[in-house]
């Protein structure tokens, strides 16, 4: 299964799920799945969120609380939740508020490894 | 009850909870509660996370999908949970990385209300 398959398969189990992006810290996705109807800026979101991470990952640094796991960042219309991949990949899961928050957190978990490993290849 | 009373109370109802506080964008806690036995550096992690906290803001607001509602960010060993009470202010906490997630948000969400009346007088 490519990475689109696998990301369009999250989106399609999370009720309210809106799209789903495997992306750098440079904030330049490596592939995304986006549902057709969304008005979201997605682009300027990914780079917003690029900068915003690595702006998270230095104060967990200094925190030195083990590293970054996830992210969640809920407003009044969005939910995003993140998940570190590794030092330079992450995994964003875009929902509407009201969307299943829990399911969303737990495919990102159980898909993260596989992802890691189709990324060392 | 006190601000004090009622973070205590929120630590002690949620399994894997290490401490609450009320905190302004300046880094400086109104009260908190945290248990005797935390040996973490609460004060630096206040003051790193209301640093990140103006720079999520600042990224939601350009976003433009509504107003920072909620944020939270896990680490290999520790759980932050935040909740926005107003332009000045948000609620924090802090607990295990096996805690209860849910709960913990829960209790946040029920109480913000609360706090946010108690700031206002």
């Given at each position: 299964m490519s990475f689109r398959e696998r990301l369009k398969n999250i989106v399609e189990q999370v009720d309210g799920a809106i799209g789903a992006l495997i992306m750098g810290y440079d904030g330049i996705p490596i592939d995304e799945c986006i549902l057709?109807?969304?008005?979201?800026?997605v682009q300027l979101l990914a780079v917003e969120y690029a900068t915003l991470l690595k702006e998270i990952k230095r104060t967990v640094d200094v925190l030195k609380?083990?590293?970054?796991e996830e992210v969640s960042i809920s407003t009044g219309e969005l939910r995003v939740v993140i998940r570190a991949l590794n030092e330079e990949f992450f995994l964003v899961l875009l929902m509407v508020k009201d969307g299943n928050f829990g399911l969303g957190r737990y495919l990102l978990r159980l898909n993260a490894s596989v992802f890691r490993e189709m990324l060392q290849d």
């Open positions: 057709p109807d969304v008005s979201l800026d609380t083990g590293g970054m």
